[in-house]
């Protein structure tokens, strides 16, 4: 199986295009969407001027990849860093706005890999960004992992358009301190993963924003590990990158 065949399996996107600040806010949803962005730092965005991190992710017997990525939001520039699927180095720099013009690899491999991976950084915030998706609050639950219950806030993109796969659903699961504790991703479209079910642990704090940096699950059945490392934030007017801890 290539590279790129086994990294669709776990293209988890919400969206093609990362949404980079607030759209009109959508009155009719749950007040917890905005507590839980806010509780991973909505209200610091428009100070982060970079964030650099890396993307560990293993699907047992089936796909293993890290990706090493430099991203500022506010120029849409990011920096990629990983392998081929011949294991050969590979890195891009390139401007989101630009796509039209950049290669290949950069638009059909390192981008999207890009837009999935940083749908695992920053999720809850994505969340929050995308008006387009219904959201809804549907109180306590147990957890799908463990013993235990938390709220359930359900995220689902319209079937028509506006995401990756249009249809998905991302259910989850949120604790009293407004932070994800598990989440169980349901695919709108035919390719796999189906299903995935992950724990949200290891949390850390790299200047203003949260993160998750830990996800052990399944994905249609098979281990799942995804992990991140090395994550820093540079605030803007500053040369300093603060790491997460």
């Keep these: 199986m290539t590279k790129s065949t086994c990294c669709s399996m776990i293209r988890l996107l919400a969206f093609a295009v990362l949404v980079l600040a607030p759209n009109s806010w959508a009155q009719n949803r749950p007040p917890i969407l905005e507590k839980i962005a806010k509780a ?3 209200d610091s965005w428009n100070q982060i001027e970079a964030i650099r991190y890396t993307w560990n992710g293993e699907i047992t017997g089936l796909f293993k990849a890290a990706h090493k990525w430099e991203w500022e ?3 849409g520039k990011i920096s990629y860093e990983g392998t081929d699927k011949d294991g050969k180095p ?3 720099t390139y401007i989101q706005s630009q796509l039209n013009s950049a290669t290949a690899n950069v638009k059909d491999q390192i981008e999207p890999s890009f837009v999935n991976d940083n749908y695992w950084l920053l999720f809850p915030l994505h969340a929050y960004w995308d008006t387009s998706a219904t959201v809804t609050d549907q109180g306590l639950q147990k957890l799908p992992i463990g013993g235990g219950s938390a ?7 319209p079937a028509e358009a506006g995401g990756y796969t249009p249809g998905d659903t991302w259910e989850l ?4 301190d407004n932070r994800v504790e598990q989440f169980i991703y ?3 479209g035919p390719k796999p993963p189906k299903l995935v079910t992950a724990t949200w642990t290891g949390y850390k704090k790299a200047g203003p924003l949260l993160f998750s940096t830990e ?3 399944t994905a249609d059945g098979k281990p799942l590990h995804i992990f991140l490392t090395d994550v820093s934030v540079k605030l803007t007017g500053s040369d300093t990158w603060m790491k997460a801890q």
């Design 40 to 42: 991973y730092g909505l």
């Design 73 to 75: 939001p506010k120029t």
């Design 90 to 92: 590979v890195t891009a």
């Design 151 to 157: 709220k359930l806030v359900s995220v689902k993109y």
């Design 173 to 176: 699961y949120v604790g009293k």
């Design 186 to 188: 349901h695919r709108g």
């Design 215 to 217: 996800h052990r699950g």
